[in-house]
């Protein structure tokens, strides 16, 4: 062959070059998270408790309900289907009324269950679009699949939270009521009657028996993610085709809250045992208000009404569009350019840019049920002194961290639980704490107090703080952490960075100190998450932090149910964790809703994170 | 020349065959797996034992030694079934052909984009060399060389959210089903890889216009009396244009297989996005397949780019 000459030394430079050049773009993706981390997201951890509600935090105006949502209409359910008051915006709940939910027949307004738009003269027909990242791995939801935000819409559990009282509230759903013994162990459900399942089958008591027992009882290959949730599940049982009976070994406050979350979504019989117990590969049919109509990918749901839906006065939109939006600010511009008329959490400057368009958009501040935190290393030198570990939580200043994230996401003083807990420390009490305080100068001076008593006088040195190589996280707080220790503790260390993916090998691992990371209660009520954090031995123990004290004050927070007595028992544990510090907390966050205001029919300010169903919502345009 | 295209073609196979060892073997070799998606993911949520691992790894069949894994993959692309996601299960082959008109139209675009630009620049530079339009043109060049592309997008989309409340869609629109939002989804895009490009090929079009213009047979057209613009037409350009044409071809590809970070900058849901998907997920069939599909794109162009040479200069024959 002949050719140029110039040509053929551009060729092969050039080939060397684009060949490189996506190797190590390929090799760059490959180091890269899946997404920007937040805690909390929401197909993941469960959707929160029925008592909690947003508490005053130092976040900007934002956090005001831009728009209390109009009283509700003479078509919406009367009180007793949307018991609290959706006129006002979120407030502390009192608490949750799980136990009062007497069977009344399926579908009539008034019904337990029974909802309707909050706002007048419901609209039928029309689109909604919703902009948020809705890949998964698989389908499974009880196998870590998902995406439970999207695929909620198409299944029921037996109760959930009130949509229309900004989830305030644990209302039945496939049950139509429940009766819990009077020692708090057995639930006893009477299930909805005509619920039909998407391929026409009927919904029964053998549907609730097949999707627990897979749960609690896992056939061999399948992961069964929530099996430790629902580890005081002793049986569930069938006493006839339309009663279910679930049997605990010992009482739980926040069972009923539990079933609420993604968790207690109910599978049909007949999808399991087709599909040989494995839904990773399957979209099952569901008893929801939407059907499944196209997923593309990485790319789109589109879930269209469901013409059989038991309650026939919903939903009142046609179809329900799910964008993919990873990234915070594309879901933010998303709305702002009108590709999609709602999103449960932007980024902080498309939030802003939606306050200022308060005409036609709607913005939210909720508490979420993740936080940033750092674990230490329990079982290595010198952090297996709990001396040690607490003089770097009273040196570690929480406000500079906040300064240092400020951009990305919005953070809240808190301790070991989500301010969205109705037991949660209010924050002017947080920042009264020592750790927590603005004035650092008593803490630091009782920190190095901490350290010479530890034989430490000198200071630590060689500490290797390990963290994800990508997320915000990892990018900010974790150098900002290392600089506030050196500066108020002179503490030496090196940053380690790792891919995500290999993260929880190199916890379990155990070469490092302190490791900066993101956490996701299962519910707002810590006490599952505590367990599963701080127990001796438990999975997510990534710190090895061990306590046999702390274990006996678990077990009994565990099984107790009276709410004054928790409350107690949580301040005194978190009081305890402070003196222990297994963690340093940073804060828990916030998330931020966006709506256009043409969305109706249901609250848009809530007090929990939930991404789930919105049957009542309509569209006013 | 059929004979040439076809020994091309054979010796393609061989650099196809290393382009599927490499990408198998660096899955293997990088640390994580699909398992550990979950894992990394749901710390705080969702923990694992090393006996749930080991159960739902072997369920896959990531258990099997890696040389079947590996005869297992290439035996269903022979078949021409490139098989389905580790996790969910749809056909990879429906997930490229939907993506792929996309970026395929971006990087043509930006193709064509760029040599909208950096032809007459490079041409006009050249012509004019060292006067204050060469000197302009080159600091433009160097500016649009140096900008990131996906630094652009972001300007893009800044500009367009705050003054237009406008961005490029999010969603697949295909030219057949609606040209307007098509564009509109794929123009921004397009100028942010365009740009760049552009710049590069004004550089390759000034130094080769300037080689050319050397040549004995310009001297000898204009010696006949042939005018500047004539000349430039006529004898410069299409000599000129052997490097360019390099270039885009190899550029081509290049954008086909890379523009992984506009793609992700503007939203754009084409291949280079599900290759990030499917490395987040560790969707290791997916990511190979890509893989695949990337180097049969580059093998492909760089044969096309081979014999467009002599169709642009006749005195190369391929034999």
């Known amino acids: 062959m002949s050719t140029d000459r110039h040509a053929t030394r551009i060729t092969r430079r050039l080939m060397l070059g684009q060949t490189l050049g996506f190797s190590a773009a390929l090799l760059a993706a490959c180091t890269q998270a899946p997404a920007p981390s937040k805690p909390a997201e929401p197909a993941k951890p469960a959707a929160p408790a029925p008592t909690t509600a947003p508490v005053p935090t130092a976040a900007p105006a934002a956090a005001k309900p831009t728009e209390a949502p109009p009283p509700a209409s003479g078509q919406a359910a009367p009180a007793a289907a949307a018991p609290a008051k959706p006129a006002e915006a979120p407030k502390p709940a009192e608490a949750a009324k799980p136990t009062a939910a007497p069977a009344q027949a399926a579908a009539k307004p008034g019904a337990p269950g029974v909802l309707r738009s909050t706002d007048p003269n419901p609209k039928r027909g029309g689109k909604a679009t919703f902009a948020f990242s809705v890949t998964t791995n698989h389908f499974d939801i009880h196998q870590a699949g998902g995406p439970a935000a999207v695929l909620w819409h198409t299944y029921n559990n037996l109760v959930r939270l009130d949509p229309t009282d900004g989830l305030k509230t644990i209302i039945p759903d496939l049950a139509e009521s429940y009766e819990i013994s009077g020692n708090g162990t057995i639930y006893t459900f009477k299930l909805r009657q005509g619920v039909k399942w998407h391929d026409g089958t009927d919904f029964t008591a053998d549907d609730i028996l097949a999707t627990f027992n897979r749960i609690i009882k896992p056939p061999d290959g399948m992961v069964s993610a929530f099996k430790p949730r629902f580890g005081a599940l002793k049986s569930v049982e069938a006493p006839d085709k339309m009663t279910v009976k679930m049997t605990l070994t010992e009482p739980r406050a926040y069972f009923l809250e539990l079933l609420t979350t993604e968790s207690g979504m109910v599978y049909s019989k007949k999808s399991l045992d087709e599909n040989n117990q494995d839904l990773r590969k399957v979209i099952a049919p569901g008893t929801g208000a939407y059907i499944l109509k196209e997923h593309k990918v990485g790319e789109r749901w589109l879930l269209e009404k469901n013409p059989n839906y038991w309650d026939k006065e919903l939903p009142y939109i046609d179809s329900l569009e799910f964008i993919h939006a990873p990234q915070w600010s594309d879901r933010g511009t998303a709305i702002l350019s009108n590709q999609a008329d709602i999103s449960w959490n932007v980024s902080k400057e498309t939030y802003e840019e939606g306050q200022k368009r308060g005409n036609e958009i709607g913005t939210f501040m909720v508490p979420g049920a993740g936080a940033y935190q750092i674990y230490f290393n329990c079982a290595k030198k010198p952090f297996d002194d709990a001396r040690v570990r607490r003089a770097c939580h009273l040196a570690l200043s929480r406000q500079d961290l906040f300064e240092a994230f400020k951009t990305q996401e919005p953070l809240n003083y808190t301790r070991y639980m989500s301010h969205g807990f109705e037991f949660a420390m209010s924050p002017d009490d947080v920042l009264k704490q020592p750790g927590y305080r603005a004035d650092k100068k008593e803490d630091i001076e009782q920190a190095k107090k901490l350290l010479a008593e530890a034989g430490l006088a000198d200071g630590l040195k060689n500490v290797v703080i390990l963290t994800a190589s990508v997320g915000p996280h990892a990018q900010t707080l974790t150098p900002a952490t290392q600089a506030i220790l050196k500066q108020n503790l002179g503490v030496e260390s090196t940053i380690k960075a790792v891919e995500r993916a290999v993260l929880n090998d190199e916890l379990r691992g155990g070469q490092w100190d302190l490791s900066l990371n993101t956490i996701g209660m299962p519910l707002y009520d810590p006490t599952l998450g505590w367990i599963d954090y701080f127990q001796t031995g438990a999975a997510n123990n990534l710190g090895k932090y061990s306590n046999p004290k702390f274990d006996e004050m678990l077990k009994q927070l565990d099984s107790e149910q009276d709410p004054s007595k928790r409350k107690t028992m949580f301040r005194e544990m978190e009081d305890f964790l402070d003196q222990e510090s297994p963690w340093m907390t940073i804060g828990f966050t916030s998330h931020l809703h966006m709506w256009k205001k043409y969305l109706k029919g249901m609250p848009f300010e809530r007090v929990r994170l939930s991404w789930g169903k919105t049957e009542t919502m309509w569209v006013d345009k | ?319």
């Open chain 2, 1 to 319: 020349m059929h004979l040439y295209i076809l020994r091309r073609l054979l010796i393609a196979i061989p650099t196809l065959i290393g382009v599927t060892l490499l990408i198998f073997a660096a899955m293997r070799v990088l640390p994580g797996d699909p398992f550990a998606t979950i894992e990394g993911e749901s710390i705080g949520t969702i923990q694992l034992t090393p006996e749930q691992i080991a159960k739902a790894r072997a369920s896959l069949g990531l258990d099997r030694p890696y040389h079947v894994q590996y005869l297992a993959w290439i035996g269903d692309v022979l078949k021409g079934n490139l098989g389905t996601s580790f996790w969910r299960g749809e056909p990879l082959s429906e997930l490229i052909l939907r993506r792929a008109p996309i970026t395929i139209q971006i990087a043509l675009m930006a193709v064509l984009l760029s040599w909208i630009i950096g032809l007459p620049v490079g041409m006009l530079s050249a012509t004019r060399r060292n006067t204050w339009l060469d000197y302009l043109s080159r600091t433009f060049v160097t500016l649009f060389q140096a900008i990131p592309s996906f630094f652009l997008g972001m300007l893009v989309i800044l500009i367009g959210i705050l003054y237009f409340s406008w961005r490029p869609s999010l969603t697949i629109v295909y030219f057949w089903d609606d040209p307007y939002k098509n564009l509109e989804m794929t123009i921004g895009p397009a100028m942010a890889l365009g740009l760049g490009l552009g710049a590069f090929i004004a550089r390759i079009a000034r130094s080769s216009t300037l080689e050319v213009l050397g040549e004995d047979y310009v001297r000898t057209a204009r010696a006949k009396g042939l005018g500047d613009r004539w000349i430039l037409i006529r004898h410069v350009l299409k000599n000129a244009l052997l490097p360019v044409v390099t270039v885009s071809g190899l550029a081509l590809g290049g954008l086909i297989g890379g523009s992984v970070a506009v793609e992700r900058a503007f939203g754009v849901p084409g291949l280079g996005l599900a290759l990030v998907m499917a490395v987040a997920e560790r969707d290791w069939m997916l990511i190979q397949n890509l893989a695949l599909f990337y180097g049969l794109v580059f093998v492909l162009v760089n044969l096309l780019v081979d014999v467009s040479y002599a169709w642009i200069d006749p005195r190369i024959r391929y034999g």
